[in-house]
Structures are given as C-alpha cells and as structure tokens.
C-alpha cells in the first residue's frame, strides 16, 4: 500500500515537469465593472485531472472558454502545448483545438442531426479523406465507449440529460483529445448518473491517458475525478491541493465546499 | 439618445462587416455543398406551397380589383398585359420576398439563435469547425439563389391567376391571354425585377443569419432574434425596392 502510494507520488513529481496548459494573470471583465477573473494562474500537467471549483459566476466556465478561444480575456497568457493561444491566428488556433475536446455544460448536441451525424460530423470534418465505412465504424466505437451503442439513430430530443452528455462526450472522444475539458459534466443529473459520468471520465483518462480540467459543484464527482483541486474565489485562485488536503483544510470558505 | 444613435450605428457597422464576411468566407473551402443542397430544400421547396397560394391570389385579386377600371375606360383588352407588368415587375418580387422574410429569415434567426443560446455554435467552434461556413454562408447563398426562383415561380402562378380571375366575367382563351401578356412585356420590364431577387434573397438570408448568430444568451433572445429578423428584413425589402426602382428609372 505504501509503495503503491509512492509509485503514484513518484509518478505525480513526473507529471508535474510536463505542463500541457499554463495560464499566467489571466483577467476577464465583462461590461463595464463585473470582473470575473483578477489575475489567475495554474498550470495543468500532463496526464493530470485539475478539478475546479467555486460559486457560480465566480469564472470557472469562462476560464475554461478562454482556453479554446471562445472568450478573448483581458489580460494574460494562456500556453496550450506551449503555444501561446492568445497570439495565434485562427488556423493555427485551429490546429490546438483538434487536440483539445470540449464537454459543455448542455451537451451541445446539434439539434437538426441525428446522434450518428453529430458523431460523423465532427469527425468528418477534421478527417475528409475517411470513407463512409470507417465513419461508421468510428462512431459505433466512440458510441460504445460511452455506452450508448444502442442510440446511434435517435435525435438529440429523444435523449435523456445523461444520455446527452455520454453522447456530447463520445463526439468529444472520436477526434482523440490529448486534453478534455469538462464544463459541470454531472450538472443535473441524478446521484446514479452522477457517479456513472464521473466513471467514464476516470475510465478515458485511463484508456486514452488525456489531461482534464473539469469544472464541477459535485463533490463526489471531484473526489473521483481530481488528481488536484482549485478552488477560485472573486476571480483569483484561493485554494490548492489534492482532495484530501483541501478537505482537512481550516478555511471556512474551502470547508464549505466539503461540509 | 446619443447613447442609442452610438449603439444603433455600431449595429450597422457590426451587421456590415458580418454582411462583408460573406464575400470572403464563400471562396473557402470546405464548401459544404450537403448543407447548401438541404438548404436549398428547405428554402426553395418547403416554401413552394405557401408561394403558389399567394402568388394564385395576387394575380387573382389584381385582375378582380383593376377590371372597373379598366372596363371603365373601355380598355378592358389591356388587363392582361397589366396584370403581368404589375406582378413581374413590383407585386410579385416585393411580396414573395416578404413572404420570404417572414418565413425564411424568422425561421433562421430562431434556429441560429437557440443554436448560440443552447451553445452548439461554440461546439462547432471549439471542434475546430468554421460555424460561418457551414451555417451562415450555405444559408444566405441558398436564399440568394431560392428566392428568385420562388419570385419567378409566384410570377407564373400569379398569372395564372390573372387568367382565373379574366374568366370569372369573360370568356378568355388562355393561349390569347398569354399572347397578350408576351406582347406587352418588355425585356427592360423583366431584367432590373429579377435583379432586385437577388438582393431581397441575399438580405433575407443575411439579416436572419446575422440575428441568429447575435443571439444573446437566454431563451428570450431566440424570439427576439426571429422577431427582429423578420421586421429589419422586411423593412430591407422596402428599402432595396425603393432603391432598384430609383436606378431602373435612372439607366432605363
């Protein structure tokens, strides 16, 4: 047991001279006075889960967001397999985001196609020269993965909540992600449907060895899930450590997460 | 109210460069000629019933309606050559065309918009995929190209009609009656009209595209932004007609 805790700290020292993301003074406001981000910085290693957390509103979603591009922020840097994405131009930010997958909060499934397109879409997109059969066979493969084989011909509003964020994350996986981030994966869902997404995100980060932020509330999720913990507090970073550290922590606002 | 003159001018400029980007965006590939054609098929195809009521009813009622007149003036043998110049060169075009704009740009507005709202928009982004090609330019490029088509087609429909409405009081062999309408059209009455189509389909699919993708986030916006379609667009009909009518008086 002991050895086995060392191999992991061993391996978790490794980890960490591989940073896969860099975030340095990263600023956001919106409007004229509602800032949401006062300079944060983290850094994500390579094969590691960072779970954030925070109150809503308090920029977990928009830090996220600014790492694929989504949101310009004020002021920063933001290195993504060393590349600053800040100052790089759509192509080349284009070529960091087929590397990156995207879980939103909803799923975003598109709703005019078919769980099948949805799949074949994206990987079509970034694969033209595949043939309609590999297509189809990739899609049954991702769809199996997440266990939803059997969904391939429904339409996004057939889906229950959990069903459309396996299938949000399997149009996630059939790119190959070195990195996924996750925005609330277990946001309203049942405690069952919770622990079962919570599994799979384990389970990809050990088949497909990708490195994940995931921003989430649900505590069991981040106690299944982190290999660290950041908790963000009016805009900047308040606390830091493995689940177990924070969860013995004094401060009574990291406490309440936990309580 | 400077505030609102500042807002409402950085709208048009906003609106102006999405409009500009179009231009650009089109020669890109990928060209997503599967969406273009399912465009086309909702644009084009799915607005053909709606089309042909109203373009029956236009030549009808404005066969019934200049009749009186006409008859007044014992020039009732020009009815049918009035009829076809009224619809082939302002009733046919403008009404199709706000047909359109109520149908077509609501209908992409809200789409567009619950897309942005429901975050599929940045979904597509994020995958690396370009949402301005495969949403915006397959979409105006098909209205660009269906709403002529549905103006030429209201125009046949609207003459058959006129022909309808003839035979309601008289007794009028149709190839007569086509004969007549031939006769009096000119080439100059038929081009700058169909010109004009182009516009209202490129607007139409524009303003609507544009609406839809300046969704802000919320439910509530997805309405505004088909509601908001729908009046800039149509009232961009107006404004265009008025414009095309001004240089066709000009040059012709």
Same mark, same amino acid.
């Given at each position: 047991?002991?050895?086995?805790?060392?191999?992991?700290?061993?391996?978790?020292?490794?980890?960490?001279?591989?940073?896969?993301?860099?975030?340095?003074?990263?600023?956001?406001?919106?409007?004229?006075?509602?800032?949401?981000?006062?300079?944060?910085?983290?850094?994500?290693?390579?094969?590691?889960?960072?779970?954030?957390?925070?109150?809503?509103?308090?920029?977990?979603?928009?830090?996220?967001?600014?790492?694929?591009?989504?949101?310009?922020?004020?002021?920063?840097?933001?290195?993504?397999?060393?590349?600053?994405?800040?100052?790089?131009?759509?192509?080349?930010?284009?070529?960091?985001?087929?590397?990156?997958?995207?879980?939103?909060?909803?799923?975003?499934?598109?709703?005019?196609?078919?769980?099948?397109?949805?799949?074949?879409?994206?990987?079509?997109?970034?694969?033209?020269?595949?043939?309609?059969?590999?297509?189809?066979?990739?899609?049954?493969?991702?769809?199996?993965?997440?266990?939803?084989?059997?969904?391939?011909?429904?339409?996004?509003?057939?889906?229950?909540?959990?069903?459309?964020?396996?299938?949000?994350?399997?149009?996630?996986?059939?790119?190959?992600?070195?990195?996924?981030?996750?925005?609330?994966?277990?946001?309203?869902?049942?405690?069952?449907?919770?622990?079962?997404?919570?599994?799979?995100?384990?389970?990809?980060?050990?088949?497909?060895?990708?490195?994940?932020?995931?921003?989430?509330?649900?505590?069991?999720?981040?106690?299944?899930?982190?290999?660290?913990?950041?908790?963000?507090?009016?805009?900047?970073?308040?606390?830091?450590?493995?689940?177990?550290?924070?969860?013995?922590?004094?401060?009574?606002?990291?406490?309440?997460?936990?309580? | 109210?400077?505030?609102?003159?500042?807002?409402?001018?950085?709208?048009?400029?906003?609106?102006?460069?999405?409009?500009?980007?179009?231009?650009?965006?089109?020669?890109?590939?990928?060209?997503?000629?599967?969406?273009?054609?399912?465009?086309?098929?909702?644009?084009?195809?799915?607005?053909?019933?709606?089309?042909?009521?109203?373009?029956?009813?236009?030549?009808?009622?404005?066969?019934?309606?200049?009749?009186?007149?006409?008859?007044?003036?014992?020039?009732?043998?020009?009815?049918?050559?009035?009829?076809?110049?009224?619809?082939?060169?302002?009733?046919?075009?403008?009404?199709?065309?706000?047909?359109?704009?109520?149908?077509?740009?609501?209908?992409?507005?809200?789409?567009?918009?619950?897309?942005?709202?429901?975050?599929?928009?940045?979904?597509?982004?994020?995958?690396?995929?370009?949402?301005?090609?495969?949403?915006?330019?397959?979409?105006?490029?098909?209205?660009?190209?269906?709403?002529?088509?549905?103006? %030429?087609?209201?125009?046949? &429909? +609207?003459? !058959? /009609?006129? @022909?309808? #409405?003839? $035979?309601?009081?008289?007794?009028?062999?149709?190839?007569?009656?086509?004969?007549?309408?031939?006769?009096?059209?000119?080439?100059?009455?038929?081009?700058?009209?169909?010109?004009?189509?182009? %516009?209202?389909?490129?607007? &139409? +699919?524009? !303003? /609507?595209? @544009?609406? #839809?993708? $300046?969704?802000?986030?919320?439910?509530?916006?997805?309405?505004?932004?088909?509601?908001?379609?729908?009046?800039?667009?149509?009232?961009?009909?107006?404004?265009?007609?008025?414009?095309?009518?001004?240089?066709?008086?000009?040059?012709?």
């Amino acid at each position: 047991m002991i050895e086995e805790e060392k191999n992991t700290e061993t391996k978790s020292k490794n980890k960490k001279q591989t940073p896969i993301i860099e975030i340095r003074d990263l600023h956001k406001t919106f409007g004229k006075d509602n800032t949401v981000l006062k300079g944060v910085n983290l850094m994500v290693n390579k094969g590691e889960d960072l779970v954030i957390l925070g109150r809503s509103g308090s920029g977990k979603s928009v830090m996220i967001k600014c790492i694929v591009g989504l949101i310009e922020p004020d002021k920063g840097e933001i290195k993504v397999f060393d590349e600053n994405v800040l100052n790089l131009s759509k192509k080349e930010l284009n070529k960091i985001r087929v590397k990156i997958g995207f879980l939103f909060q909803s799923g975003a499934l598109y709703d005019s196609m078919s769980v099948r397109e949805n799949l074949a879409f994206t990987l079509r997109a970034h694969k033209r020269e595949l043939t309609e059969d590999v297509v189809e066979n990739e899609v049954i493969e991702a769809l199996e993965s997440v266990g939803l084989g059997g969904a391939i011909d429904k339409m996004p509003s057939e889906l229950s909540g959990g069903m459309r964020k396996r299938i949000g994350l399997a149009r996630t996986l059939i790119i190959n992600p070195e990195i996924i981030l996750y925005d609330e994966p277990t946001t309203g869902l049942d405690t069952i449907t919770s622990r079962e997404i919570s599994e799979l995100i384990l389970d990809i980060k050990h088949k497909q060895k990708t490195s994940s932020i995931i921003i989430t509330h649900d505590m069991a999720c981040a106690k299944m899930t982190a290999d660290r913990i950041i908790v963000l507090k009016d805009g900047i970073i308040h606390a830091e450590g493995t689940y177990e550290e924070l969860e013995k922590d004094e401060d009574e606002w990291v406490r309440s997460f936990f309580d | 109210m400077i505030l609102s003159l500042k807002n409402t001018f950085a709208q048009i400029g906003d609106a102006a460069l999405f409009a500009k980007r179009f231009f650009k965006e089109v020669f890109i590939p990928p060209y997503e000629v599967k969406e273009f054609l399912k465009q086309c098929y909702v644009i084009g195809y799915k607005s053909l019933p709606l089309v042909t009521i109203t373009g029956f009813i236009m030549g009808l009622v404005l066969t019934l309606q200049s009749r009186p007149t006409l008859v007044k003036f014992g020039a009732e043998s020009w009815l049918p050559g009035m009829v076809a110049l009224s619809l082939i060169r302002e009733i046919a075009p403008v009404i199709t065309a706000l047909i359109c704009a109520g149908k077509i740009s609501s209908g992409i507005g809200a789409e567009l918009g619950s897309m942005k709202v429901t975050e599929q928009i940045d979904a597509m982004e994020v995958s690396a995929i370009n949402p301005y090609n495969y949403l915006v330019v397959t979409r105006i490029l098909a209205c660009t190209l269906m709403v002529p088509i549905l103006v %030429f087609y209201a125009d046949a &429909i +609207g003459i !058959i /009609g006129g @022909y309808v #409405g003839i $035979n309601i009081h008289g007794d009028v062999n149709f190839y007569r009656y086509l004969t007549q309408i031939i006769q009096s059209l000119d080439f100059l009455d038929v081009i700058p009209a169909a010109i004009k189509t182009f %516009f209202f389909g490129y607007f &139409i +699919g524009m !303003i /609507g595209c @544009y609406k #839809g993708f $300046n969704a802000e986030n919320g439910t509530e916006s997805v309405g505004r932004a088909a509601n908001s379609a729908v009046v800039t667009a149509s009232l961009s009909i107006f404004i265009i007609d008025m414009v095309a009518v001004q240089i066709t008086d000009l040059f012709f």
